[in-house]
C-alpha cells in the first residue's frame, strides 16, 4: 500500500505538445517528402492534437497515473475526494464531461463508472437481463471502447471550435487573440479520464478473469472492480441470495487482474476490491485450511456449525475441525453452506484487510443502505492494520436516499428526547413532510454525505452506479406525457429545445456535436477549395448562433 507511481506515469500525465511545435515538426517532415502535395504542416498539427491517444493503452496508463496522483492527494488532504457517475453509453459519458467543462471549467476529479448492471440491463444482446452475470462478457471491454471513443471525439470537437476561432484571428488581424487561442490550444484539458470498470465476479476461473481483464485493459480501463462473489451464481449486490468464496479463491484473481496489467505495461493500474459479505450468507466452497489460525481457518470459523457425536452423525456429512471438535457446517438443499447470523461485517473486515494485503488498491464495501457511522465502524477497524486503507463507495439508486435519511434523522431526534409527535416514522416519505425540519436536516445530510463520508469513512471514490438510466427513463416519460399530450411540439420546444438553448447545451447544435464541422475541416485539409462542405449558409444549424 506504500505505492509509488512510476516514471512511466509522469510522462503520461504531461499535456500534449505545443501548437506551435507540432506545426513545425510536421513541416521539418513535409520538407523531407516532396511528392506529398497539398499536405500543409498545420493540418497536420491538428489532426494530431486532436488524436492525442492512439490507443486504449496510452488512455490507460493516463488515467492510471491520474488516478494514482488522486489517490495520493486523498491520503494527505480527505477533502479531495474523487466523483463519477455510471453511463451505459459513451454519448452519455461524452455529455457528462462536456458538461463538467462548462459547469467547473475541468475535469479534476470527475471520473466515469462502467456498471455490470447497466450492461445487463442495456447492452445485453439478449435483450434486458437481470445482474447475474448472463451478459456477454465481451459487452464489458466494447463498452469501455466506446465510452473513450466519445471522449476522443468531444476532444476533437472542442479543439476544432478553437482551430476555427484561431483562423477567424488571424484572417482578422487580430494578433492579440490568435495568441490568447494558440495559449488556450496548448493548455487544453483532455475530456479523457479514469474509468473504474466493472468486471464482476471474473466471469469464470482465474484465467477467464485475467483474459477478460486483459481485454478491458486494452480497451482503456485503468481500474478494475471485482467482487467476491461465486461467478456462476453472481447476484448484483443489493439482492438476496449471494454466495462469497473463499480467499484464496479471490486472490487468485485479483492476481489475475494485476498480471494483466504489468503484461500489458500499464504499472499504475488500479485494483478495487469489493466484498458482499454484509449481505452474503452463504458460501459455495469450505476453504482449505493447513493449520489454525490461517486465512482459511478464519474463513471457516463463521460457518453455522453444530457439534457431530456419533449419535448425531448422518450420512453423508462434511465435517471439519474447529478447536479440537469435529463440527458439522450447515449445508443446505442448494449444496451452499451458511454463515452463522451477525457476522457479515467481522467478514467484510477480514476481507477488505486481506485484500490490501494481497495486492489491491482501493476497497468497495457493498451496504444495505447509506449510513456514515456503518461503513466508519468497518473502516477504522480495517485502517488499525493498514492505515490509508480506502474506499470507492455505491451511493446506489438501490437505496431510497429519502426515506433512509428521514429515519436518521427522526431517529436521532428522538434518541436526543425532543418531540416528534408530529412524524409518523413509517410514513416519512410523504410530500406533506417535505418542508419540515425533519425532512429539510435530512435533506442536508444527503448534501453533505459525500463530503462527510469521505472525510468520516475512508471513501475516496463516490459513484452513482445507474444514474443515467433513470435520468433517461425520468426525461422521456416527461416528453411523452407532453408531446403526446395537449401540448404537442410545444411539449418538446418548450421543455427540450428552449432549455437547450437557454441552458447552453452545445448538444442542440446535434450536427456540430455529430462531428459535421470536423468533417467540413478535414474534407478542407483533402481537397482544397474543391471540398464539398455541409456548413454553409443554408445549414439550418446557423439558426442557432
Known amino acids: 500500500m506504500n505505492y509509488q507511481p512510476r516514471g512511466l506515469s509522469d510522462r503520461a500525465?504531461?499535456?500534449?505538445?505545443?501548437?506551435?511545435?507540432?506545426?513545425?515538426?510536421?513541416?521539418?517532415?513535409?520538407?523531407?517528402?516532396?511528392?506529398?502535395?497539398?499536405?500543409?504542416?498545420?493540418?497536420?498539427?491538428?489532426?494530431?492534437?486532436?488524436?492525442?491517444?492512439?490507443?486504449?493503452?496510452?488512455?490507460?496508463?493516463?488515467?492510471?497515473a491520474l488516478m494514482r496522483a488522486d489517490m495520493a492527494a486523498y491520503d494527505a488532504d480527505p477533502t479531495k475526494y474523487t466523483q463519477s457517475l455510471g453511463c451505459w453509453h459513451g454519448f452519455i459519458a461524452q455529455q457528462k464531461l462536456i458538461s463538467v467543462k462548462k459547469h467547473f471549467g475541468k475535469t479534476d476529479r470527475r471520473y466515469l463508472y462502467l456498471s455490470g448492471w447497466m450492461i445487463a440491463a442495456l447492452r445485453s444482446e439478449f435483450g434486458p437481463l437481470p445482474d447475474q452475470s448472463m451478459h456477454e462478457k465481451t459487452s464489458v471491454p466494447a463498452l469501455i471502447e466506446e465510452l473513450y471513443t466519445f471522449l476522443r471525439q468531444a476532444d476533437s470537437r472542442e479543439l476544432n471550435d478553437i482551430f476555427r476561432a484561431l483562423d477567424a484571428a488571424r484572417k482578422a488581424g487580430d494578433q492579440a487573440k490568435e495568441k490568447a487561442l494558440i495559449e488556450k490550444i496548448d493548455s487544453f484539458q483532455t475530456h479523457v479520464v479514469p474509468v473504474i470498470a466493472d468486471i464482476d465476479a471474473g466471469f469464470g476461473n482465474a484465467e477467464a478473469t485475467y483474459l477478460l481483464a486483459k481485454k478491458m485493459i486494452e480497451a482503456g480501463a485503468c481500474a478494475l472492480q471485482i467482487e467476491n462473489q461465486v461467478s456462476d451464481e453472481k447476484q448484483c449486490g443489493h439482492q438476496d441470495g449471494k454466495v462469497t468464496v473463499p480467499h484464496e479463491v479471490f486472490l487468485a484473481k485479483i492476481r489475475a487482474c494485476r498480471h494483466a496489467f504489468l503484461e500489458l505495461g500499464v504499472e499504475d493500474g488500479i485494483v478495487v476490491t469489493r466484498t458482499d459479505s454484509l449481505g452474503a450468507g452463504l458460501t459455495q466452497q469450505i476453504a482449505v485450511s493447513h493449520k489454525p489460525g490461517d486465512i482459511g481457518d478464519q474463513?471457516?470459523?463463521?460457518?453455522?456449525?453444530?457439534?457431530?457425536?456419533?449419535?448425531?452423525?448422518?450420512?453423508?456429512?462434511?465435517?471439519?475441525?474447529?478447536n479440537g471438535k469435529m463440527m458439522r457446517p450447515k449445508r443446505l438443499a442448494s449444496n451452499l453452506y451458511q454463515f452463522r447470523p451477525g457476522t457479515g461485517a467481522?467478514?467484510?473486515?477480514l476481507d477488505c484487510i486481506t485484500s490490501l494485503q494481497n495486492g489491491a488498491d482501493l476497497l468497495w464495501i457493498e451496504t444495505e443502505k447509506p449510513h456514515i457511522e456503518q461503513i466508519a465502524s468497518m473502516v477504522d477497524r480495517i485502517r488499525k492494520v493498514v492505515p490509508n486503507a480506502k474506499l470507492a463507495y455505491n451511493n446506489s439508486p438501490s437505496f431510497n436516499w429519502t426515506l433512509n435519511f428521514r429515519w436518521q434523522v427522526y431517529d436521532a431526534m428522538k434518541e436526543a428526547g425532543k418531540d416528534v409527535s408530529q412524524y409518523n416514522r413509517a410514513d416519512l416519505m410523504k410530500p406533506e413532510y417535505d418542508e419540515t425540519p425533519l425532512a429539510i436536516e435530512a435533506d442536508?445530510?444527503?448534501?453533505?454525505?459525500?463530503?462527510?463520508?469521505?472525510?468520516?469513512?475512508?471513501?475516496?471514490?463516490?459513484?452513482?452506479?445507474l444514474p443515467t438510466y433513470h435520468t433517461a427513463a425520468l426525461s422521456t416519460d416527461n416528453l411523452a406525457r407532453e408531446y403526446f399530450g395537449e401540448q404537442g411540439m410545444l411539449g418538446y420546444v418548450k421543455n427540450v429545445q428552449r432549455q437547450e438553448?437557454?441552458?447552453?447545451?452545445?448538444?442542440?447544435?446535434?450536427q456540430n456535436m455529430a462531428g459535421s464541422d470536423i468533417g467540413d475541416d478535414h474534407k478542407e485539409y483533402f481537397a482544397g477549395e474543391a471540398a464539398l462542405k455541409a456548413g454553409g449558409a443554408h445549414n439550418t444549424m446557423n439558426q442557432f448562433g
Open 299 to 322: 474463513y471457516n470459523s463463521f460457518l453455522d456449525c453444530e457439534e457431530v457425536t456419533p449419535e448425531n452423525a448422518r450420512n453423508g456429512d462434511v465435517i471439519i475441525n474447529q
Open 13 to 64: 500525465l504531461q499535456g500534449p505538445a505545443s501548437y506551435l511545435k507540432e506545426v513545425e515538426a510536421a513541416k521539418a517532415l513535409l520538407e523531407t517528402q516532396p511528392t506529398w502535395n497539398g499536405v500543409t504542416a498545420e493540418a497536420v498539427a491538428r489532426m494530431r492534437l486532436q488524436n492525442r491517444f492512439k490507443t486504449g493503452l496510452d488512455v490507460a496508463r493516463y488515467t492510471a
Open 346 to 349: 467481522d467478514r467484510c473486515v
Open 501 to 510: 438553448i437557454r441552458q447552453g447545451i452545445a448538444c442542440v447544435k446535434h
Open 444 to 465: 442536508e445530510r444527503i448534501r453533505t454525505f459525500q463530503a462527510d463520508s469521505a472525510k468520516r469513512a475512508g471513501i475516496f471514490h463516490h459513484l452513482i452506479t
